[in-house]
């Protein structure tokens, strides 16, 4: 056997051993990695904070002349306190909306019912035109989402006082990790350097440069996908809260945060909420309402198509199909949230593989490949003689 064939056969065993390696041991090295994660998140979240705090840091350390430590102070102080009090009223907002929700969802369900049977009423003859087969699966279609309707309106308080217990459990936890966030962030951000310095202490120079190449590629396609999102919902949300306002439409704050979530998935938008909506408003007598929301919608589309151009790049962007099936692989694997973050893991694993991490893996690839192929030639020509 010559060397060749040898270290084909010596590759290809390796190959297929850690084929078989990843399928047994990969999910249990996926939650062991999982649960590192866990146990060291308010370390991992504070390190994520300072990075993000420490220009600012810096720049009050240089204007005021004040020493780093008493910066990282006023820097947690003012971020936290800010960012705090915003999430804590949004948060408010929205329990107290969902409170309202579970409270009247009797009469919502009562008046879900009568609106529903008002347009059946008008279609009461297209729908006797229709097919006997045709008529049942509307019926049955209509009696089983009634039906899961009702059955959330008889759910009683103890899955919530359950919750309230869990989470009055949990409380001490949660203060602990507070504390260990908050004291990582200061100690990160007074020493910064330091901490940057063990850091880079850990890995060869050559790593390093992957890995400050792998951080502008990630910064540049993740990070700027994340603030054009971000920047458009708010936009959105802003549009949506004020015209749901004006409209008088009850639990307008969680409405336009679940339309504006959802404007954010590629392939859907605002409209495949509003569009339906307003159609069921006019078909049910209410026009004003079926009216302005699309003199909403008009205006987040008009928004989008002014705001997007200005901040999305257009190498952000990612081919329509590879969008797709992330979103599609993301839903299978982790259901809706999957469809969110889908996209944005495809986008990490592009901007790795863009900072060159994956090319140890791609040459060996490429390497099985020249040898295989060679050796099919070399098969194929003793086949000849």
Same mark, same amino acid.
């Given at each position: 056997?010559?060397?060749?064939?040898?270290?084909? !056969?010596?590759?290809?065993?390796?190959?297929?051993?850690?084929?078989?390696?990843? +399928?047994?041991?990969?999910?249990?090295?996926?939650?062991? +990695?999982?649960?590192?994660?866990?146990?060291?998140?308010?370390?991992?979240?504070? =390190?994520?904070?300072?990075?993000?705090?420490?220009?600012?840091?810096?720049?009050?350390? $240089?204007? *005021?002349? #004040?020493?780093?430590?008493?910066?990282?102070?006023?820097?947690?102080?003012?971020?936290?306190?800010?960012?705090?009090?915003?999430?804590?009223?949004?948060?408010?907002?929205?329990?107290?909306?969902?409170?309202?929700?579970?409270?009247?969802?009797?009469?919502? =369900?009562?008046?879900?019912?009568?609106?529903?049977?008002?347009?059946?009423?008008?279609? /009461?003859?297209? =729908?006797?035109?229709?097919?006997? %087969?045709?008529?049942?699966?509307?019926?049955?279609?209509?009696?089983?989402?009634?039906?899961?309707?009702?059955?959330?309106?008889?759910?009683?308080?103890?899955?919530?006082?359950?919750?309230?217990?869990?989470? /009055? @459990?949990?409380?001490?936890? &949660?203060?602990?990790?507070?504390?260990? *966030? #908050?004291?990582?962030?200061?100690?990160?951000?007074?020493?910064?350097?330091?901490?940057?310095?063990?850091?880079?202490? &850990?890995?060869?120079?050559?790593?390093?440069? @992957?890995?400050?190449?792998?951080?502008?590629?990630?910064?540049?396609?993740?990070?700027?996908?994340? @603030?054009?999102?971000?920047?458009?919902?708010?936009?959105?949300?802003?549009?949506? *809260?004020?015209?749901?306002?004006?409209?008088?439409?009850?639990?307008?704050?969680?409405?336009?945060?679940?339309?504006?979530?959802?404007?954010?998935?590629?392939?859907?938008?605002?409209? +495949?909420?509003?569009?339906?909506?307003?159609?069921?408003?006019?078909?049910?007598?209410? &026009?004003?309402? %079926?009216?302005?929301? &699309?003199?909403?919608?008009?205006? !987040?589309?008009?928004?989008?198509?002014?705001?997007?151009? @200005?901040?999305?790049?257009?190498?952000?962007?990612?081919?329509?199909?590879?969008?797709?099936?992330?979103?599609?692989?993301?839903?299978?694997?982790? /259901?809706?949230?999957?469809?969110?973050?889908?996209?944005?893991?495809?986008?990490?694993?592009?901007? #790795?593989?863009?900072?060159?991490?994956?090319?140890?893996?791609?040459?060996?690839?490429?390497?099985?490949?020249?040898?295989? $192929?060679?050796?099919?030639?070399?098969?194929?020509?003793? *086949?000849?003689?």
């Amino acid at each position: 056997m010559t060397g060749k064939r040898v270290k084909l !056969v010596v590759i290809s065993v390796l190959g297929v051993a850690a084929i078989v390696l990843m +399928a047994v041991f990969f999910p249990k090295l996926i939650g062991l +990695a999982g649960s590192v994660v866990r146990l060291f998140m308010p370390f991992i979240i504070g =390190y994520l904070f300072s990075l993000l705090v420490n220009p600012l840091a810096k720049a009050l350390e $240089k204007r *005021f002349r #004040l020493p780093r430590s008493v910066c990282a102070i006023l820097v947690i102080l003012l971020t936290v306190g800010v960012l705090g009090g915003i999430l804590t009223a949004i948060i408010m907002k929205i329990v107290d909306e969902i409170k309202s929700i579970y409270e009247n969802f009797p009469v919502i =369900y009562v008046n879900m019912t009568y609106e529903w049977k008002e347009i059946s009423d008008k279609f /009461a003859n297209i =729908y006797a035109m229709l097919p006997s %087969g045709v008529q049942e699966a509307v019926d049955n279609l209509t009696k089983n989402l009634f039906d899961s309707i009702a059955g959330l309106a008889d759910i009683e308080y103890t899955p919530i006082f359950t919750s309230a217990g869990n989470f /009055a @459990k949990g409380l001490p936890g &949660i203060f602990i990790a507070m504390i260990a *966030f #908050l004291l990582s962030s200061y100690f990160m951000i007074s020493d910064s350097e330091r901490v940057s310095g063990a850091i880079n202490g &850990i890995f060869s120079e050559r790593f390093r440069h @992957k890995i400050e190449a792998a951080k502008i590629e990630i910064k540049k396609y993740v990070g700027g996908y994340l @603030k054009a999102q971000v920047i458009i919902m708010m936009f959105t949300f802003t549009i949506l *809260f004020i015209g749901l306002s004006i409209l008088g439409v009850e639990y307008a704050l969680i409405i336009a945060l679940a339309t504006a979530i959802f404007d954010a998935l590629p392939f859907f938008g605002s409209g +495949a909420v509003l569009w339906p909506w307003s159609i069921v408003s006019f078909l049910s007598g209410e &026009i004003r309402v %079926g009216v302005g929301l &699309i003199i909403i919608y008009l205006c !987040v589309i008009f928004t989008r198509q002014m705001i997007e151009p @200005k901040i999305v790049s257009k190498k952000i962007g990612m081919n329509p199909i590879i969008t797709l099936m992330s979103m599609y692989v993301g839903y299978k694997t982790l /259901a809706i949230g999957g469809m969110i973050f889908g996209p944005l893991i495809t986008m990490f694993c592009i901007s #790795l593989y863009r900072a060159g991490i994956f090319d140890g893996i791609i040459e060996f690839c490429r390497d099985i490949t020249r040898i295989i $192929k060679n050796e099919a030639v070399m098969i194929k020509n003793q *086949f000849k003689e």
